[in-house]
């Protein structure tokens, strides 16, 4: 059986073979070296801006409450309590989350939408103009968490 010289290629010139096929494969791109340093360099700086992003996330601490825009409170997330924003909609926060327990609007779009504990994240009353955000630590407030809700519980 005469031996394949083809089939027992030594390691190293398979690794040159292999190296000049990714090289020419690269050629075939029209990659050059200086487009590898660029995009080097553009996905260490987008890997840091995204590790950067999420450190400088604010944590969710409050409950804003708008009605028709305005905000009219503004409301700790880690004390659980039931408010009463007006004659037709309740709030409950607890456990770090909020959601809508009471209103008397006929979607019923907020008390669907259920709990939310996110920065960012609303509940809308479209009917009653009620909008109810979870914002964050670093967003200034004009009420220092002091509310004119109708503390219920
Ligand atoms: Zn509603």
Redesign the pocket.
């Known amino acids: 059986m005469p031996k394949s010289a083809t089939g027992r290629c030594a390691v190293s010139l398979c690794w040159i073979t292999g190296m000049n096929r990714l090289r020419r494969a690269l050629a075939s791109l029209r990659i050059k070296r200086g487009d590898l340093i660029l995009l080097t360099v553009l996905l260490t700086v987008s890997a840091a801006m995204g590790i950067l992003f999420a450190v400088s996330q604010p944590k969710p601490e409050y409950v804003s409450v708008r009605e028709d825009g305005m905000e009219i409170a503004r409301l700790p997330l880690n004390i659980d309590r039931v408010y009463r924003i007006n004659d037709?909609?309740t709030i409950e926060i607890s456990g770090k989350s909020v959601r809508?327990t009471e209103?008397?609007?006929p979607?019923?779009?907020?008390?669907k939408t259920g709990a939310i504990s996110r920065s960012g994240q609303s509940i809308?009353?479209?009917?009653?103009r009620?909008v109810v955000t979870i914002i964050g630590d670093r967003e200034p407030s004009p009420y220092d968490a002091i509310t004119n809700l109708i503390l219920l519980h």
């Open positions: 037709s909609n809508m209103a008397s609007c979607d019923r779009i907020c008390i809308v009353c479209a009917p009653h009620i």
